[in-house]
């Protein structure tokens, strides 16, 4: 298997324009998670899904994000309009659910590294 | 808040022992201890993880404390790839919020040649 895919890798985009990061899990995984990392506030978790299904999106900062999940296979976290504090490396990871997801090995993507003028 | 503590950094040479310690003093009954790393511009990565026992799998060795307060994570020969950032994890076997994982500052380990 390919791994967790994240597309695109960078992205440099001036600030109130809409910026759509992506996200393919790995088959057959249950769970997708978006996490975002700065170097303020480390790693943090933004929302998951099971099924498709959003589950908590507590750590979502505000409204201009969102996320969802039209299939299995391909998952878009949305940020419009986005803003300077916006810029971070965004992560895509999933899991299995065997153990309903939150002891399961969780397989982390490459990141977009999102920068916003 | 992350319920581990963990030094800041950690230094080791190639080809030696490498033991990065985490203190979980209120650790529950229901909670696994995990472990994860993160490679230089790389997503993190899962390491190993146990409940009470000490585990073992091709890349570490995992020695929890009989009390369950803290844990050692041992890489028995340092490479120069094992240079990472390292987080200690608590995640609760029963699930909800609990068993997400909640990373804090982690370890930072150089491994010099």
């Known amino acids: 298997d390919a791994g967790v895919i994240q597309s695109p890798r960078h992205e440099v985009t001036e600030m109130g324009q809409e910026v759509t990061l992506r996200c393919k899990p790995i088959s057959g995984h249950d769970y997708l998670f978006w996490y975002r990392q700065t170097m303020m506030r480390g790693l943090e978790l933004l929302i998951y899904f099971n099924n498709n299904v959003p589950i908590d999106d507590s750590g979502m900062p505000e409204d201009r994000f969102s996320a969802k999940m039209p299939n299995a296979s391909f998952s878009t976290l949305k940020i419009q309009p986005s803003e300077p504090r916006d810029s971070a490396v965004y992560f895509c990871?999933?899991?299995?659910?065997?153990?309903?997801?939150?002891?399961?090995?969780?397989?982390f993507g490459p990141g977009t590294r999102l920068t916003v003028l | 808040d992350a319920k581990t503590t963990q030094p800041n950094s950690m230094e080791s040479n190639e080809e030696e022992p490498v033991h990065l310690p985490c203190n979980h003093s209120?650790?529950?009954?229901?909670?696994?201890i995990h472990w994860y790393r993160q490679l230089p511009s790389q997503g993190p990565e899962y390491v190993i993880h146990g409940l009470t026992s000490n585990v073992n799998n091709r890349m570490a060795s995992l020695a929890i404390a009989e009390d369950r307060k803290s844990s050692t994570l041992i890489l028995h020969r340092a490479t120069l790839r094992d240079a990472a950032v390292y987080y200690c994890i608590l995640r609760d076997r029963n699930g909800g919020s609990q068993g997400n994982l909640i990373f804090g500052k982690g370890t930072k380990l150089s491994v010099k040649p």
């Open positions: 209120t650790i529950s009954g229901t909670d696994y």
């Open positions: 990871a999933s899991s299995l659910g065997l153990a309903g997801g939150f002891t399961d090995t969780q397989y």
